[in-house]
């Protein structure tokens, strides 16, 4: 049970605890600063407040005071509502005349404003909902990004993405279902870890998805982005071979996180660049975030029984298909978005035994999260960008 009463600027919120649990009470500020989301448009839809009210956490709910939370390309798509089944075009941060406010988000329904965006969020649980596991009070933890039915976890159909459908993480303080935060134990940074969640957590989706193992050669494309750089690490991970795709200005970065040869963005012909960097020229699975015009160039290098996944089009979502390629081929294709809730779980295990590292390129304040999302778009980085409440 939270109770909150008035203490001169603040609320401090009392959190009666079963008598085994040690209570806390924090003294938590009635408003705080949010950067709130207002409408489909350019960066200006973005708007800073200082006097937003802090959330309340419901019953199942805990409170989290926001130490850091990552950009995502989520964030941007939603801004400018490229997810418009109008928008045919590459990923620009800018806005779109054809979207109105009735156009949806990632899953098909539009979105209600205002909305405080930012699923990859990481900070301290500081009060928690009476039904909310009273374990967590104190703890340091992530949010996994996907909201479920907790009733039927695993039903894709009922879902949605913090940040998208509730308000997330650029922000002091947001709220969360106790069963979206992990506790974690680490070293690294809020910042660092900021990293993680979400681009992590589909990297690894879209390596279930396509079954990879060891003995398997697998092409990412984008790999100095956030999933990319996520995937080339999880795949090595399982023992693949890794060939990564990126400007050649980040290849040194994309070398560091274990890649085993890295290759220009769109090389004119992949099969002999292929050929030439491992000795062969095709390879079994093709991890896809970029899409558009390449897309042909991906799908010839699969061999015989080859399996694509993808999880993003940052290039373009529509793109030209030989069918005879995909069924003479013996092709497997998957799409991947919503993920097992295990992968979270996974991922913490993975962060906490140091299996994956960190590409935190920069972080910013967050009443700078114009400047910061601008530098997520221009693309100059590897890994990714977080702020800093
Ligand atoms: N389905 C899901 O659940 C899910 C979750 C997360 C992300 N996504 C989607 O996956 C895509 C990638 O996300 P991310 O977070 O990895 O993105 P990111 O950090 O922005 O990285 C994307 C990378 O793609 C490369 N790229 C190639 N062609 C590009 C182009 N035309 N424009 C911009 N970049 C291009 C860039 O690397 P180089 O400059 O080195 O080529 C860039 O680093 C996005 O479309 C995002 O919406 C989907």
Redesign the pocket.
Known sequence: MVQRREMGQHVVLSISLPTQVTPVTTAIPPTMNAFVLTGHGGLEALEFHEDWPTPEPADHEVLIKVGACGL???DV?TRTGWYSKTVSE??TGAAYDTVGEEDPS?GGAPITFPRIQGADTVGQVVACGSAADQSLLGKRVLVDCWLRDWQDPLNKNNTGYFGSECNGGFAQYTTAHWKNVGAINSALTDAELATFS??YT?AE?MLERAEVAAGDTVLV????????SAAVQLARRRGARVVA???EA?HASVKSLGADAVLP?NPENLAAALQESIGADTVSVVVD??G?DYFGSVIDVLERGGRYTC??????PIVELDLRTFYLRDLTFTG??VIPPTIFTSLIGYIEQNEVKPMLAASYPLAQLHEAQQA?ID?NH?G?IVVVP
């Not at 494309?221 to 990319?228: H, I, L, N, R």
């Not at 999880?311 to 373009?316: D, H, K, L, N």
């Open positions: 995502n390309n989520t798509n590459a990923t990632w979400c681009s589909t989706g494309t984008g790999a100095s982005g956030g999933v990319g795709l990126a400007s980040k963005r975030i970029v558009g999880s993003g089009a940052i290039a373009g991947s978005t997520f693309k590897t990714n």
